[in-house]
């Protein structure tokens, strides 16, 4: 049986033109600071963490992450890689209680998980091409004749320009579309006035008969949230997603009990215990997590077990290959998410220019190929020149001495 001989990891840093910040672009959990810098510096991000595992008869499984990619390839490379150096990849629930639980006094949310999740994504991989099956196959199989997906960006910006891009999506033969806030807390009632506006923007172009999806990402608080929810009913929202930050679980329960909009998050969430935690408070409609930072697949179906037994859908963050193919795999994944193809502008859009083979929806739809082994993915070389890839961090300590 193969064991795991390598792991390498790379930081793709983006270094090619890049769409300009813009004033209540999106709502975000920097906003309620009174600093005078830019609150979107905390939503951008524009470099990205490949790992490769290689094993000791030459099959490659590819992971990735996108949050802090330098200290998550510092923690694999120091912390990790010995742990999973010499295991069997088929072994991937041992080797993912190892990493869990030898890094849990520090690593059990956030980056430790984020790092954790970059080489279990890699093991499925590696899994899928020894025996030569998409992922989704060995997960459970196909549970849909194709995913439908709703188009996520819509983000504030001029009226016009607002309408013209939800009309493109309509054109493309999009059915559901998710749409961004810009205004919050310390904008006062002005700015809930102007993200009204934006809701009665997007929802004239779309239509009645679509499903809207309304994006906060944590940069509402919950008296502002209890405000806005009665004054956005009117669009009939399928959700409200991320109006306060990720610890506020209880602000999550309040709102969602409110039963006027089903609200929804996850997406800051890391590991099955809090998600546990959300769906026995009935916190969240809808479970939001995405793959890539809450521990890969293993952990994934856990969490997507738990949040069926509660009736709560899944519908993994970002869209993206290691998230489409648990939605394929399980019922209770209905839909997807799906950033269209854009210059480079938050940074959800660095996985188009980094790998191949995430499918391109047709009519709101994508799918997924019985034939592609593994995840589908390769990395490219198309753009290569318009990164910096990182290999090594040097770390360098000063020492201060007091005599």
């Known amino acids: 049986m193969s064991k795991i001989k390598e792991i390498r990891t790379k930081v793709y840093q983006w270094n090619g033109k890049t769409v300009p910040p813009q004033n209540n672009f999106c709502t975000n959990a920097s906003d309620l600071l009174f600093e005078k810098s830019d609150a979107m510096g905390s939503f951008r991000f524009h470099e990205w963490l490949i790992c490769e595992i290689e094993t000791d008869d030459g099959v490659i499984g590819i992971g990735n992450a996108a949050l802090a990619p330098q200290i998550a390839k510092k923690t694999i490379d120091t ?59 060995l997960l459970g199989g196909r549970t849909k004749e194709k995913i439908p997906v709703y188009a996520s960006k819509l983000y504030s910006q001029p009226i016009k320009d607002l309408q013209k891009e939800a009309e493109s999506y309509v054109k493309q033969g999009f059915k559901m579309f998710k749409m961004r806030f810009g205004w919050g807390p310390k904008d006062g009632p002005d700015g809930m006035k102007k993200n009204i506006t934006l809701a ?38 399928r959700w409200l997603e991320e109006p306060v930050i990720a610890d506020d679980i209880h602000g999550y329960e309040e709102l969602n009990k409110m039963n006027m909009i089903p609200i929804s998050g996850g997406e800051h969430e890391f590991n099955i215990f809090g998600f546990k935690q959300l769906l026995d408070l009935k ?60 210059d480079v502008e938050i940074g959800n859009e660095l996985f188009y220019y980094i790998f191949e083979g995430d499918p391109a929806p047709k009519d709101g739809f994508i799918d997924l190929d019985d034939n592609k082994p593994g995840l589908g993915l390769t990395i490219t070389d198309k753009y290569k020149s318009v990164f910096k890839i990182i290999e090594y961090l040097i770390v360098i300590y000063f020492f201060k001495c007091w005599h």
């Open 79 to 137: 912390y990790l890689k010995p742990l999973v150096i010499g295991e069997d990849p088929f072994d991937y629930a041992y080797i993912w209680e190892k990493m869990y639980r030898r890094t849990h006094a520090w690593g059990r949310r956030g980056i430790g998980m984020v790092a954790i999740s970059a080489i279990d994504i890699a093991i499925w991989d590696i899994m899928g091409k020894v025996t030569k099956k998409p992922v989704f196959k």
């Open 200 to 237: 009665e923007a997007v929802r004239e172009v779309i239509g009645e008969d679509t499903d809207l999806m309304m994006e906060c990402y944590m940069g509402w608080n919950l008296d502002y949230a209890k405000r806005m929810i009665p004054k956005l009913m009117k669009f009939n929202p």
């Open 283 to 342: 916190a969240v409609s809808y479970i939001q997590y995405d793959n890539n930072r809450v521990g890969g697949f293993t952990a994934a179906q856990k969490i997507n077990a738990i949040a069926e037994a509660h009736q709560v859908p899944v519908i993994p963050h970002a869209g993206q290959m290691h998230n489409y193919h648990l939605t394929m795999s399980n019922f209770n994944c209905p839909i997807s998410e799906f950033f269209p193809v854009h």
